[in-house]
């Protein structure tokens, strides 16, 4: 097994140690690049299908305050983003089930670089799928704006690190029954994505609706992801959105140590 840190004798920071795990779990990735080429599959097909249908919505830019494809390229990012940081704990049950995860809970590596890491390292492929996305729709009338997109993507990246530290925790509470795990996240994930307006806007939908979707703080996110894309800084959505994303990561963090401080394996 890798050496993830130093021995117990020798402090690191906890950013040395968030470097070691998100390295250790990144090498997944470099040595099976081709799951990321396959989970380019899907943000594409989105992007395929669900954009010619918006831009049938009432005329292109009627209900989106411009292009069509303009609005809903950030919410497919922001799809990604939750699709990998919420199955942050899957990983980690196999771990546990082979006992890995006991070995890493051994090392001197504190308890938040362990899930500040492992988001870390499923928010990385969001970069190379982002930037793969956009230059694809480029051609199909996408207005880039790069600075706005890097300050969209940190965002996500704050609000991914929340998602995965709470995936984590809820790995280590259904530790004992794996389909716990996959019927909470299934059961939250979707609710969440379609309550924050990302594939359709609120806007036409019931007024319970867009009720229910003002206590999702991922509507805030993706409110704030869509006037970065649209290549804005002068808005309070942004704001809310960094709030939002802030909040989610406090929390996250918060049970997920409490959460890992508690685990016996």
Same mark, same amino acid.
């Given at each position: ?11 690191? $920071?906890? *950013? ?10 990144? *090498? ?9 080429? /396959?989970?380019?599959? =899907? ?18 830019? #009627? ?6 494809? =303009?609005?809903?390229? @950030?919410?497919?990012?922001?799809? !990604? ?26 090392? @001197? ?15 990385? @492929? ?14 199909? +009338? /996408?207005?880039?704006?790069? *600075? ?11 609000? +991914? ?6 995936? %984590? ?7 004992? $029954?794996?389909? !716990?795990?996959? #019927?909470? =996240?299934?059961?939250?994930? /979707? @609710? ?11 806007? &036409?939908?019931?007024?319970?609706? =867009? ?6 703080? *991922?509507? %805030? ?22 709030? #939002?994303?802030?909040?989610?990561? #406090? ?8 959460? !890992?401080?508690?685990? &016996?394996?």
């Amino acid at each position: 097994m890798a050496v993830l840190a130093p021995p117990a004798s020798v402090r690191t $920071s906890v *950013l040395t140690d968030i470097g070691h795990v998100w390295w250790r779990e990144t *090498l997944t990735i470099v040595r099976d690049p081709f799951s990321l080429i /396959f989970s380019l599959l =899907q943000p594409l097909v989105f992007l395929g299908l669900f954009g010619p249908l918006l831009a049938g919505l009432a005329g292109d830019g #009627a209900l989106f305050g411009g292009s069509s494809l =303009q609005w809903f390229l @950030p919410g497919v990012v922001v799809m !990604i983003t939750m699709f990998g940081t919420s199955m942050t704990g899957a990983n980690l049950q196999f771990e546990i089930m082979t006992g890995a995860f006991e070995r890493i809970l051994a090392t @001197p590596l504190s308890r938040a670089s362990l899930m500040i890491g492992r988001a870390l390292k499923e928010l990385t @492929p969001l970069v190379v799928q982002a930037a793969i996305i956009t230059l694809v729709a480029i051609p199909f +009338g /996408f207005v880039l704006h790069p *600075l706005h997109v890097v300050v969209g993507l940190l965002i996500l990246g704050v609000f +991914g690190v929340g998602v995965g530290a709470l995936s %984590y925790a809820l790995a280590i509470a259904a530790r004992k $029954s794996e389909w !716990i795990f996959w #019927a909470v =996240q299934q059961a939250l994930l /979707f @609710p969440l994505l379609i309550l924050s307006g990302m594939m359709l806007p609120l806007e &036409t939908g019931p007024g319970w609706m =867009q009720v229910v979707s003002r206590f999702n703080p *991922l509507t %805030y996110v993706v409110d704030a992801e869509r006037v970065l894309f649209a290549g804005s800084f002068d808005d309070v959505r942004i704001l809310w959105g960094l709030v #939002a994303a802030l909040v989610t990561a #406090a929390i996250g963090l918060w049970v997920g140590i409490r959460s !890992i401080r508690r685990a &016996t394996m």
